[in-house]
């Protein structure tokens, strides 16, 4: 039943809207900061002049001249994974911290800080680069430390921005960026490479970082009441949506105890190992799985590639959407809702693997099911991804962070054990790669679909005063 003085979300407008300004400006820095993740996979192939074991040094006249605009390094394949791995830890090493301190200081400066210092490290890679391998990884390191803040920070923002009729679609719009970067960086990179040089790659995605971050401290307000452009329709339409909702900008106390005997966390940190397992082996290990099953060359792949995070894209956006109607529509309830998406984000996935290892006998097939597979588990984005905030408004920064840790724990066991069983294995090494990814993605949906909640819990309420 509506309140009398609340404004009705159908006069209140979504296109123009600042909370939707606010989305859209989150999408294109998360697709800055994959930008600047992901770009040096692909860089890495003019930065080495082999990506085989003990490349030999070259000193043609061509390709002296050619190192002017693209340096060559002798980095042994061991370095080389060090480098593109170690961005992880250093996101990994500040989830928690960050999502802790998103409670506590201003999400202006954290996250406004931490995509301008990620950006000009991304700036001083080429730099680092001259100087040997070991400043790349210190750099990429500490990139890492910085996205994580940024990720981690962004969400705490729908707190005071998100009315609960479209958090759904608001979450999703801004972490698509994360699905979208990729794809644009598989697109343009080797053309940005090949036409100006790789040092490029790194100034053109650290300046954007830049810009995007200075138009950051000047138009984003932490509080809709702050905003000078907000209209007032919009801004009492928002308010009144969130009377209910709980948020603190002082020091708290986290019921550490609560929260481990809390079974749905327990089952939302579960699903996300699984989401983030199959997610990062399906991303990173997409352009060898084409290369293995269909022998084309660099270009197509890098085309082929990008198809499933420009449909991982899309279904990201559906899936926050239709979260949003059923809620609204009182379709189904909400914690019905949680489980239908997280259950279409890890079985579909997994329904389309093995599509793809048993029924991808042509070219079109093959490509079809690993588009569906790679793509349709953004269906998430309506289901764990914001289930935490369901549960613990109140510590949804700090959970975020301890569920994006666990998350990422799961991508870099699912990469590791990967390279593993593709190096021992030479009979049916993708067969059992992907039987384990669906083992674990069903393990984790039972868990889910028999605790999962989605009201908030008793231990997540402010008027609890049982503290660790």
């Known amino acids: 039943m509506q309140v009398d003085n609340q404004v009705s979300p159908g006069k209140v407008p979504y296109f123009c809207s600042v909370r939707y300004g606010i989305a859209v400006f989150l999408l294109l820095c998360n697709v800055i900061i994959m930008s600047q993740r992901v770009c040096l996979s692909l860089t890495m192939i003019a930065m080495v002049n082999s990506t085989e074991p003990h490349g030999l040094s070259n000193t043609s006249t061509k390709e002296l001249q050619d190192n002017i605009k693209n340096p060559v390094y002798n980095w042994s394949t061991e370095i080389q994974g060090i480098m593109l791995s170690s961005i992880f830890y ?9 999502g802790y301190l998103s409670g506590i200081y201003s999400l202006k400066k954290m996250i406004g800080f931490a995509l301008l210092l990620s950006s000009l490290f991304t700036l001083l890679l080429p730099l680092a680069a001259e100087f040997g391998e070991i400043l790349v990884i210190i750099c990429r390191v500490i990139k890492g430390l910085f996205q994580g803040i940024t990720l981690t920070t962004q969400q705490v ?9 479209e958090l759904g679609r608001l979450t999703a719009l801004s972490l698509s960026g994360l699905l979208l970067g990729p794809c644009i960086v598989l697109l343009i990179t080797g053309f940005i490479c090949d036409s100006l040089g790789w040092p490029m790659v790194f100034y053109i995605f650290g300046a954007c970082g830049c810009a995007l971050s200075v138009l950051w401290f000047i138009l984003f307000y932490e509080d809709p009441k702050d905003h000078p452009f907000i209209s007032n329709r919009e801004k009492e339409y928002i308010t009144s949506a969130l009377t209910q909702q709980v948020s603190s900008s002082t020091l708290i106390k986290v019921p550490i105890k609560a929260m481990l005997k809390s079974t749905p966390l327990w089952v939302i940190s579960l699903c996300n190992f699984a989401f983030f397992w199959s997610n990062t082996f399906l991303s990173i290990y997409t352009p060898i799985y084409i290369d293995y099953k269909l022998h084309v060359d660099v270009e197509e792949n890098g085309l082929l590639s990008s198809l499933p995070h420009l449909f991982a894209w899309i279904f990201a956006v559906l899936a926050g959407y239709m979260a949003d109607i059923f809620q609204t529509r009182n379709t189904f309830s909400l914690v019905t809702i949680r489980k239908l998406f997280t259950s279409l984000g890890l ?8 599509c793809l290892l048993y029924l991808s006998s042509s070219y079109y097939a093959t490509i079809i099911f690993l588009i569906l597979a790679n793509s349709t588990g953004s269906f998430a984005m309506g289901g764990i991804i914001i289930n935490v905030l369901d549960i613990a408004p109140r510590y949804y920064g700090f959970l975020r962070g301890i569920t994006n840790v666990i998350g990422l724990t799961g991508g870099l066991i699912a990469s590791t054990v990967t390279g593993i069983i593709l190096s021992e294995d030479a009979e049916s090494p993708w067969l059992k790669i992907f039987l384990l990814m669906i083992a674990n ?3 984790s949906l039972i868990f889910y679909l028999i605790f999962a909640k989605a009201e908030v819990q008793e231990w997540a309420k402010e008027r609890q005063n049982t503290y660790l």
Not at 347 to 354: E, Q, R, Y
């Open 441 to 443: 993605n069903m393990i």
């Open 347 to 354: 079985l579909l996935p997994s329904l389309f693997s093995l």
């Open 90 to 98: 250093g996101v990994l090493i500040s989830q928690i911290p960050a």
């Open 157 to 165: 923002i729908w707190i005071k921005w998100a009315p609960p009729l």
